[in-house]
């Protein structure tokens, strides 16, 4: 199946939402960017990927220095960078990277604001995947080094960086439904049946 659009995967900690991009990757024939993006990132901004890999997908610790110093004022210019904390410096290094790569080709990414980020592109599908809360620490314990007895607590601050994060750089609220084209429960799905659902709208949305 050919596809000419950009997806966007925003995802709840354990709802299967990695799994769902890189599968549908593959069905679809298009790049998958996950932690790929850190990397890219870096080359942009010529800083060593393992600083990034630190910082990614964490808000700078104080707002009031990232306003202080203009991080909302770059818009698409992306002027210097020297002042600016390292999760601002990824942030901003990611952001040019996602639009220099909608400007080229089809693609799925998942979570760095990118949903916000490509907002005017109009050939952007944006997709939440979520899921029970005891089904996504299930999901957890089987895939991921967490210990049984910290495994909720690890989910819901997951959880919680991921929306403190979204809400620093978007001003939007995380997972709330009208930021988004389509809402996937997966707590009954498999990832499978959630990559159908998408590719399912996805040509529904090609053949208008």
Request: glycine share 6%; proline share 3%; net charge negative.
């Amino acid at each position: 199946m050919s596809c000419n659009k950009i997806i966007t995967i925003t995802r709840q900690y354990g709802s299967g939402g990695h799994d769902i991009g890189q599968l549908l990757s593959e069905k679809l024939g298009i790049k998958f960017y996950d932690k790929e993006l850190i990397s890219l990132a870096a080359k942009e901004s010529d800083v060593d990927p393992e600083i990034f890999e630190q910082a990614d997908e964490k808000p700078t610790n104080s707002l009031l220095y990232s306003l202080s110093v203009g991080l909302y004022n770059y818009g698409n210019g992306f002027g210097s960078m020297g002042d600016l904390p390292v999760n601002d410096k990824l942030y901003i290094a990611q952001h040019k990277v996602l639009k220099d790569l909608a400007e080229k080709e089809p693609f799925i990414v998942v979570g760095r604001c990118a949903d916000y980020v490509l907002k005017d592109y109009p050939n952007v599908i944006k997709v939440f995947i979520h899921a029970d809360l005891e089904v996504r620490i299930k999901r957890a314990l089987q895939e991921y080094d967490i210990e049984p007895a910290r495994a909720k607590h690890a989910v819901v601050k997951a959880d919680k960086n991921r929306a403190n994060y979204y809400s620093f750089y978007s001003g939007q609220k995380w997972g709330q439904a009208d930021n988004y084209d389509l809402c996937i429960n997966t707590t009954h799905l498999s990832i499978e049946q959630a990559v159908d659902v998408i590719i399912n709208y996805v040509k529904v949305l090609e053949e208008e």
